[in-house]
């Protein structure tokens, strides 16, 4: 079961995805050299940014967990 902390990360994650790729659509339309094309690649280039960031987060958490389950079981065998 995932936990509601992770389903929550999920529905962001999948949200910053929906707005970079429709970034990335609006962007296939305008002008490389205007100011809109390079609005665009900025935010196309932020959201990429807070993608690495929460999926880094979602990593560490899970080895958290992890560690945390196995540091348990092993404090639970030695007593």
């Given amino acids: 079961m995932v936990k509601p902390n992770a389903r929550l990360a999920n529905e962001i994650i999948d949200r910053i995805l929906e707005l970079s790729a429709d970034a990335h659509a609006q962007r296939r339309e305008v002008a490389e050299d205007s100011p809109a094309f390079h609005g665009l690649t900025g935010a ?19 080895f958290d967990r992890v560690v945390g ?11």
């Fill in 44 to 62: 196309i280039a932020a959201y990429g940014k807070l993608l690495a960031l929460l999926t880094s987060l979602q990593k560490r958490e899970e």
């Fill in 69 to 79: 389950q196995r540091f348990s079981e092993h404090v639970a065998a030695v007593n």
